[in-house]
């Protein structure tokens, strides 16, 4: 019996054991599972193979191309099943586009991706635009419905520049919350994300910082920061990026600083932290004003 007793703690530790040790992957999110579709999409292009893109697409997907030419505007229709043979027809230099972007919006069984992108035929830089595409989920996962391209020769990005990047993406942060934008500034904050502001009790996660700030939100601007310098640093992979910045605000010149970190949805906020800046000359006064306030609330 006791030896019974003893197989049976000896099994029930080393069940619990494992159990503790046995890590299930989180399930990809909706935006990452639209993200693969269309990186799937752009694989099969640079690999020429064709029969790999249909299962991408629905049956009733369309495509079309927005330009202009002699100034005069252009739509071109195009043809999934085309598509298809001209991108698995032998041919020497590799079809490659590149994407520099993406900004994807889903709304239950809809999805919107905005990229940013330019093609090059083997080495050579043919054109740039932007691509739309609209997703629908149904019984096969997300499809693609439609694909609907600008094309120009213009201004067209070669290489990334990932200072430019994230000037830009912190810049439209800021804008997103002057124009009350809340599904921009939100959706530019990972879930962890942790938002430090200039009060002691300040310190929220995004979902948290969204309840709070919803009120603000529902006005024409939540608040207005215009950054008037900031300085990028980036880890040696590329895949952090952390920025200190000056703000002019209501409040004076503010301090902010940040941590970003590069998905395949593009950059978003890890940390942000905001402060006030008081002046050495003044700061006892500060302390006194502010020691008088606690005093206030006992």
């Keep these: 019996m006791k030896h019974l007793l003893l197989c049976c703690l000896i099994m029930s530790s080393t069940i619990l054991w494992a159990q503790k040790t046995i890590e299930v992957a989180p399930l990809p999110s909706e935006e990452e599972q639209v993200i693969k579709?269309?990186?799937?999409?752009?694989?099969?292009?640079?690999?020429?193979?064709?029969?790999?893109l249909k299962g991408l697409f629905r049956e009733d997907a369309t495509m079309k191309t927005v330009r202009k030419i002699d100034n005069k505007l252009s739509i071109l229709e195009g043809n999934v099943e085309d598509f298809m043979k001209v991108v698995s027809e032998p041919h020497d230099k590799v079809f490659d586009e590149k994407i520099w972007s993406y900004d994807v919006r889903i709304d239950g069984a809809l999805a919107t991706v905005w990229t940013d992108y330019t093609f090059f035929l083997g080495d050579e830089m043919r054109h740039c635009g932007i691509n739309t595409f609209q997703l629908i989920k149904g019984r096969k996962g997300w499809q693609i419905m439609d694909i609907t391209d600008t094309r120009r020769k213009e201004k067209c990005i070669t290489e990334s520049d990932p200072e430019k990047e994230v000037n830009e993406f912190v810049d439209a942060w800021h804008k997103a919350a002057a124009t009350?934008?809340?599904?921009?500034?939100?959706?530019?904050m990972d879930k962890d994300c942790i938002y430090i502001g200039t009060d002691a009790s300040e310190r929220w996660e995004r979902d948290e910082m969204q309840k709070?700030?919803?009120?603000?939100?529902?006005?024409?601007?939540?608040?207005?920061?215009?950054?008037?310098?900031?300085?990028?640093?980036?880890?040696?992979?590329?895949v952090y990026a952390w920025f200190e910045?000056?703000?002019?605000?209501?409040?004076?010149?503010?301090?902010?600083?940040?941590?970003?970190?590069?998905?395949?949805?593009?950059?978003?906020?890890?940390?942000?932290?905001?402060?006030?800046?008081?002046?050495?000359?003044?700061?006892?006064?500060?302390?006194?004003?502010?020691?008088?306030?606690?005093?206030?609330?006992?």
Excluded at 250 to 256: H, L
Aim: positive net charge; charged residues 30%.
């Design 37 to 52: 579709v269309i990186d799937k999409l752009f694989d099969s292009m640079r690999a020429g193979d064709g029969k790999a």
């Design 180 to 188: 009350a934008d809340g599904t921009t500034f939100f959706r530019s």
């Design 212 to 238: 709070w700030a919803k009120p603000y939100f529902q006005k024409d601007s939540a608040w207005d920061f215009t950054a008037t310098k900031r300085d990028v640093y980036f880890s040696d992979d590329g």
């Design 245 to 298: 910045e000056s703000l002019d605000t209501w409040m004076g010149v503010c301090r902010g600083s940040g941590v970003l970190k590069k998905t395949k949805n593009g950059w978003k906020f890890k940390h942000y932290h905001l402060s006030v800046t008081v002046p050495n000359d003044v700061v006892k006064d500060f302390i006194s004003l502010v020691s008088k306030y606690e005093e206030g609330k006992k």
